[in-house]
């Protein structure tokens, strides 16, 4: 998909501490068009999760912080909003690990994504029949417990409860983390749906680098917490040196 | 065998006594990992205050929904206080928090109600009542009707309303929750009031029977033995667990007290508990992780 117009989300410098003094983020900055996906790259502890939870404010729920710089959302500054809010205003995160309410039954589950707006029950029903054209699969698991279904399910469940916030801007961590090639080209043609049918955006943390570069538009490699690289996906794709990225990334793991 | 099931019906009976103090403590733990020492006190005050505006010619109903009122915005207060500025410490620095908070209750309750034992007439006789041949308690029964029905009422709330699943949610991830939009406070300010209604309950059916008075704070140390053999985290636990206790302890008594010259019921429950804790230290219903192999 083209990007076009204003960003819908610019970070800007994001330096991020956890506790006193660990510094996780030294000096983010990267854009998100309207409509956009783009990818963030890097090795484990690169600092690509701690961006997305800059974003989303829950860093401030494990004791971190933005300690400098500044993040804005379609122009408002969002730097020290709530997570709540920013749910509210249209931002979600899909955690790494997918994260889903185990003893909850997978229903419960993309409910309870949709209780942040108030929704009247007509309209929850609503959108909750709106995930499940999107999830066919996840309507025959309506009744089991979350906990009791397949990884690819279970990312399934999370980006689907994730949906039902009615999100602009969406934050995924490690989509592919644990699951079959197959799985995850699944996931990933679910996501360029989404953003083409109903115009969410993404940022996408992910390790998976060739499935990511093939998804996204633009893409920014992330190395001790701050952006090393960054340009269009096929930009980068062609670059010799992506591998190698890649591969220390391994090596250093 | 006649006098052997009354004594352990009877002894399931006062457990549901129990289960119902154990249901306060596990309500909190769930929602937000908190191990409430005040549970106690917060059963005194609730009886204190719903016995004091009786006594002051208040009928029934309307001392009722007053204390209800009382007890949420104590909760409110609670969460304001001392929830929200320790959130995310340690679980032993909130489990200090809860017993500091326990002593700030009961002087508060000193301080505002008196230091008396208040009689409780909750118009039940307790009669014992003939049923095929076993002597039961009438007030026991009733108790027993009032603690299925409050289940029944929380169970229902748990898997059908909005309120009821965001409170599991956050039980299960609490991160996860944080990350679709739930606000922790909110649901801390729900829970602890759920629980103040809870210790209402359980403060009526004992200061029914005991009398209100400050001895009514160390059924909390009654309530550990239960939550430890069920399980911190599961009202059923809590039920099975005071029922468990109820029944060891009542049959314990007269089985195994003449031998031991001495009123075993005191000391019987924490014994059992410790064997619970060598063998099965989550309970009998405590959080195994669900996953699939």
Redesign the interface.
């Known amino acids: 998909m083209m990007t076009t117009a204003a960003p819908i989300l610019a970070v800007d410098n994001v330096h991020v501490i956890y506790g006193q003094s660990i510094l996780a983020l030294r000096g983010i900055t990267l854009r998100v068009n309207e409509g956009s996906i783009v990818a963030l790259l890097g090795a484990n502890g690169a600092g690509k999760t701690t961006t997305l939870k800059a974003i ?1 404010s ?1 860093v401030r ?3 971190g912080r933005v300690a400098q710089g500044e993040i804005r959302f379609r122009g408002d500054i969002i730097t020290h909003a709530d ?2 809010g920013l ?2 205003r249209g931002i ?4 790494e690990g997918r ?6 039954t997978v229903e ?2 993309i ?3 949709g ?2 707006h108030r929704p009247s029950r007509r309209v929850l029903a609503d959108d909750l029949d709106r995930v499940y054209t999107w999830f066919p699969r996840l309507k025959q698991r309506r009744r089991t ?1 979350a ?4 990884g690819g399910e279970q990312q399934m469940i999370a980006i689907g ?2 949906l ?2 009615r999100p602009k801007l969406m934050l995924l961590d490690e989509p592919s983390m644990g699951l079959a090639p197959m799985l995850v080209e699944e996931i990933f043609e679910i996501i360029r749906n989404l953003n083409r049918r109903e115009g969410v955006s993404f940022l996408l943390a992910e390790q998976n680098t060739g499935f990511a570069l093939r998804y996204a538009d633009h893409a920014y490699v992330v190395e001790n917490g701050q952006v090393s690289a960054h340009g269009t996906a096929a930009d980068l794709a062609a670059r010799t040196d992506m591998a190698s990225l890649y591969l220390g990334a391994i090596a250093t793991d | 065998m006649q006098y052997f099931l009354t004594i352990l019906l009877s002894g399931l009976l006062a457990g549901v006594m129990y289960a119902m103090v154990a249901i306060g403590f596990v309500l909190i733990y769930k929602a937000s990992g908190v191990f409430n020492f005040a549970q106690g006190s917060m059963v005194l005050f609730a009886a204190l205050t719903f016995v004091t505006l009786t006594e002051h010619g208040v009928p029934f109903w309307a001392a009722f929904l007053a204390t209800v009122a009382v007890m949420i915005a104590g909760a409110v207060i609670i969460e304001r206080l001392v929830l929200r500025p320790l959130a995310d410490r340690s679980p032993l620095t909130l489990f200090m928090a809860t017993l500091g908070l326990s002593f700030v209750i009961e002087g508060l309750a000193q301080l505002l109600m008196g230091t008396d034992v208040h009689q409780l007439d909750l118009g039940i006789d307790d009669l014992p009542l003939d049923i095929a041949g076993l002597q039961l308690s009438q007030f026991d029964l009733f108790a027993s009707a009032v603690a299925i029905g409050l289940v029944v009422v929380l169970s229902v709330v748990f898997d059908r309303t909005r309120i009821g699943i965001a409170l599991r949610a956050v039980a299960d991830d609490v991160l996860a929750a944080q990350s679709i939009g739930i606000r922790l406070p909110v649901i801390w300010r729900i829970v602890w009031s759920v629980s103040g209604v809870v210790a209402l309950i359980a403060g009526l059916l004992w200061g029914a029977r005991q009398g209100v008075q400050f001895s009514l704070t160390m059924i909390v140390l009654k309530a550990m033995p239960v939550l430890i053999i069920g399980g911190f985290s599961s009202i059923a636990g809590a039920i099975v667990g005071g029922l468990l206790v109820g029944a060891t302890e009542s049959l314990a008594d007269i089985y195994i007290g003449p031998l031991v010259n001495g009123a075993v019921s005191n000391w019987f429950a924490y014994i059992l508990a410790v064997g619970f804790l060598l063998i099965r230290p989550s309970g009998l219903f405590g959080d195994r992780t669900i996953e699939r192999v």
């Open positions: 989303s829950l729920a494990e004791r997570a709540a749910v509210r979600v995160q899909v955690l994260r889903c309410f185990a003893h909850l419960q589950n409910v309870a994504g209780y942040a417990a906990g009791l279904n397949s409860r994730a039902m916030t």
